[in-house]
């Protein structure tokens, strides 16, 4: 059963911008950290950004920082990912996850830290 549903993604030119959405109607997580990973074919999944379960601390991939922000509302159970000067190499599917532990702010950069996903929302950039 897929708890966690990402939306916004599609297709942008270079230099573009996107929303991605991660909400849940099944799953409560205003207590966890929430993350944003991706895969692009043939390569790992990697981390993009984390935010605390308050939304007071984020952190960010050096590829994306100063480009994406995180964000989180907490009464809409849902968390975004504002994506702007996309680049080709952003061409990925991209995954919300929730951290398995509440108030841990613990290995946010690594899957291993998450235990609920979602099934992914595509994003291609065209260049």
């Known amino acids: 059963q897929v708890h966690l549903v990402e939306s916004g993604g599609g297709l942008v030119q270079a230099g573009g911008s996107l929303r991605l959405s991660c909400a849940s109607s099944t799953l409560a997580f205003n207590n966890n950290v929430m993350a944003w990973f991706r895969q692009a074919p043939g390569k790992e999944r990697e981390f993009v950004a984390a935010i605390s379960w308050n939304g007071g601390t984020t952190h960010y991939a050096d590829s994306v920082k100063g480009r994406f922000t995180a964000s989180r509302d907490n009464a809409m159970n849902t968390h975004y990912l504002q994506m702007n000067s996309l680049k080709s190499e952003d061409t990925a599917l991209y995954f919300c996850?929730?951290?398995?532990?509440?108030?841990?702010?613990?290995?946010?950069?690594?899957?291993?830290?998450?235990?609920?996903w979602g099934q992914g929302t595509q994003v291609t950039v065209s260049s």
């Open positions: 996850a929730k951290h398995g532990e509440m108030w841990r702010w613990d290995n946010v950069d690594s899957p291993s830290a998450y235990d609920h």
